[in-house]
């Protein structure tokens, strides 16, 4: 597709449940990066990739959260064992690589509620 | 990692009152430098950008900003709101030779009608 594609769009979720939600950059985009807005709250920074590098994960709020990137395409960002302050949307987002003028596009999200 | 820090968390202004927006970031090397704007209940649009050249940059709605390298800022400005500029303002720093991108905590612009 044209655009950064997230799924689910709306997540329901029990709490100490998994979740697994998924984003598909724009290709060729070689920055991959993943945002929580959680209600009231500005735009956290979560981890990021670029390309073969190892990602920085500083922004993963716990170890229960993580985050990886088959052949530097699609990402998946795992919740285990869920609590309801994860509820939140989660925002991904690509760009091109380091080293030159580029913006980053956003998926339009997914919305995770944990019930 | 840079840091940026939105000064304002809530303002609220009369239509036609003027609008300027801090923002401040901690990285000294080169950056990109963007606001993105959510209005009610949509998702992040970008409002403008700034690569490089003229340190004063338009963008949409009517909407400007300028980069002032000195200060670390960017500050959002716009002369005349509209009520329908009410929503949250983002400012988003990128960090030209790693890619990270962080974003400030947001401001609540309400505009009164």
């Known amino acids: 597709g044209a655009g950064v594609s997230q799924s689910p769009s709306n997540k329901v979720t029990e709490k100490g449940k998994d979740v697994e939600l998924r984003c598909d950059p724009i290709?060729?985009?070689?920055?991959l990066y993943w945002y929580r807005q959680s209600l009231g709250q500005g735009l956290e920074f979560l981890i990021y990739?670029?390309?073969?590098?190892?990602?920085?994960k500083s922004g993963l709020p716990s170890d229960r959260f993580s985050a990886e990137r088959t052949g530097g395409s699609v990402s998946t960002l795992t919740i285990q064992r869920t609590q309801q302050e994860d509820s939140a949307v989660y925002l991904c987002?690509?760009?091109?690589?380091?080293?030159?003028?580029?913006?980053?596009?956003f998926g339009q999200g997914t919305r995770l509620t944990v019930v | 990692a840079q840091s940026v820090s939105q000064h304002n968390h809530h303002v609220i202004l009369s239509e036609a009152a003027s609008l300027e927006l801090g923002c401040n970031y901690s990285y000294g090397g080169t950056v990109n430098l963007f606001w993105y704007v959510q209005y009610p209940g949509q998702h992040l649009q970008l409002l403008l950008k700034y690569f490089s050249g003229d340190p004063l940059v338009k963008g949409i709605k009517g909407f400007e900003a300028e980069f002032i390298k000195s200060k670390f800022s960017f500050n959002l400005r716009k002369p005349s709101v509209q009520w329908s500029d009410t929503a949250e303002y983002f400012c988003?720093?990128?960090?030209?030779?790693?890619?990270?991108?962080?974003f400030g905590a947001g401001t609540r612009l309400t505009v009164k009608p």
């Open positions: 290709s060729g985009h070689t920055a």
């Open positions: 990739f670029q390309g073969n590098s190892a990602p920085d």
């Open positions: 988003a720093v990128r960090n030209y030779n790693n890619n990270d991108m962080r």
């Open positions: 987002a690509s760009s091109q690589g380091w080293g030159r003028d580029t913006e980053a596009f």
